[in-house]
Structure formats: structure tokens, C-alpha cells
């Protein structure tokens, strides 16, 4: 963290309250940013972590999958800082959906419901950000964050495997599509992370999830956040487009 100073950055962080996403507000904070998140179910949480960092913190409640509502949304978030610098789509929902269910509506409604959010509501607030940016005519950075599924497919829940993919590539357009703004963007695609969302599989098959993953170990939220940290500064400039798996050696491209 020593080299990653981010005092002056204004970073909008979706899906803040717990998980990867609290621990990445932490991190961006401790390094100087101000800090924007939103939270939708657990405002317990949200409000602790204001308490716990107090100035240059900011809680927004946002609903990701009701689009009409992200522009108002984005402009609270602009409001509060005086602008965007940098902005994390992490905010994601994921639930088992197998080929082999017999409910087709169950079916389609697991894929619009996970879009909406895990790609939809990132590429509207992308949209969003990048016209703050252009207007400040300061450039900026966007990061997404994916998931090693969105590399490798997965078997019962292909839908977030497929929004996660749509999200890495959704990040290679914008870096091409952008940069003569001076607008980046990354991905960063975690494997098994301690955080709620996993909690369950964790709880029922943590012994054989960590042993195979080489190093070990299953990630933790500090894993990621540090990347994420890494990316909202100016040392990855020149490095936009690219993706960095966190996943312990588990998937390897």
C-alpha cells in the first residue's frame, strides 16, 4: 500500500457493504480515496462500515436491477464526491440454475434476473461514469469485477459463467472504445473467495474446494481488494484491457 497513494480519487464502489466489495472500500479509503458504495439488502452492514470510516465515506442504497433508477443514482454518487474518477462494478448476484431443472420460467428468469445485475446494470453505470468523465474531461478508470467462471464455464449455473464472460469483454470494448478519452478499464476475475456469496459452498465442501486450488488455500476478500486497489491508481495505465485472475493457481490461462 506504500506505493499506492489515492488521496485526492473519487471511486464509486457497487455492492460495498460486505464481501469483496467492503473490503476494497476499506483498501481504497486507507489509501486515500473518497469512497462512494452502495448497499441494497444489508444496510446494517453498510452503516457500520461508514461508522468504522468515517469521512470520505459515503452510502448510497441502489437496487442494480432497476435500470430507470441508475442514472439518478450515479448522479448522487457524482454529487456526493464532485465527481468520478474511478468506478468498481462489483455488485453481483449468482444462484444455482442447472440444465437439468424442469421449470422453464424458473430457467429464464435465473438468466434475466442474474443479467440485469451482473451485466446490464455494469454496463449502464460504465455508460453513466464515462459520460461524467468526459464531461470533467479528466479520464478515468473502470474496473469489472468478473469470475474465473466467466472463463471456464460452469455446470450449474451457466448463466452467471455467461454474464461474468459478457463483463470480460464488455471491459476489452471499453478499453478500446475509450481510451482516446483517457478512459481505461479492467477485469478482475476471483476464483473461491470467503465472502458470503460462497459461504455456503464453503461450509459444505471447504476441505475439497481448497485442496484444489495449488496454493492452497481458498482467497480472501484482501486478496482481491489489493488488485482492485492496485488498478484504481495511474501504475496500471498503460495495462488497460487486460484481466488479473485472483484464484491461487485453481484456473491458469
Known amino acids: 500500500m506504500s506505493l499506492i497513494d489515492l488521496t485526492g480519487t473519487r471511486v464509486v464502489v457497487t455492492g460495498g457493504s460486505q464481501g469483496i466489495g467492503a473490503a476494497a472500500v476499506r483498501m481504497l479509503h486507507k489509501a486515500g480515496a473518497t469512497v462512494v458504495f452502495t448497499y441494497r439488502s444489508r444496510e446494517d452492514l453498510a452503516r457500520t462500515l461508514c461508522a468504522e470510516l468515517g469521512d470520505r465515506a459515503m452510502m448510497v442504497y441502489a ?31 449468482f444462484a444455482e440454475n442447472p440444465f437439468t431443472g424442469d421449470d422453464f420460467e424458473q430457467w429464464r428468469l435465473g438468466w434475466q434476473q442474474t443479467f440485469a445485475v451482473n451485466l446490464f446494470a455494469a454496463a449502464d ?15 478515468g478508470r473502470i474496473i469489472n469485477i468478473a469470475s474465473r467462471a ?27 472504445g475509450c481510451a482516446r478519452d483517457n478512459i481505461v478499464a479492467f477485469s478482475v476475475a476471483p476464483g473461491f473467495i470467503a465472502t458470503e456469496m460462497a459461504a455456503e459452498a464453503i461450509s459444505d ?49
Open 125 to 139: 453505470l460504465a455508460w453513466l461514469a464515462m459520460r461524467e468523465m468526459r464531461r470533467a474531461g479528466t479520464g
Open 63 to 93: 437496487d442494480l436491477a432497476d435500470a430507470a433508477s441508475l442514472p439518478l443514482l450515479m448522479e448522487t454518487c457524482v454529487r456526493g464526491m464532485g465527481g468520478i474518477d474511478v468506478l468498481v462494478n462489483n455488485a453481483g448476484v
Open 150 to 176: 466467466g472463463h471456464r464455464g460452469e455446470l450449474t449455473f451457466a448463466d452467471y459463467g455467461a454474464s461474468k464472460a459478457a463483463l470480460l469483454n464488455l471491459t476489452k470494448s471499453i478499453a478500446r
Open 205 to 253: 465442501a471447504g476441505v475439497e474446494i481448497a485442496g484444489e486450488i495449488p496454493s492452497g488455500r481458498i482467497g480472501m476478500p484482501d486478496d482481491v481488494a489489493g488488485i482492485i486497489a492496485f488498478l484504481a491508481s495511474p501504475l496500471a495505465q498503460y495495462a488497460t484491457g487486460t484481466t488479473i485472475d485472483v484464484n491461487g493457481a485453481s484456473y491458469v490461462r
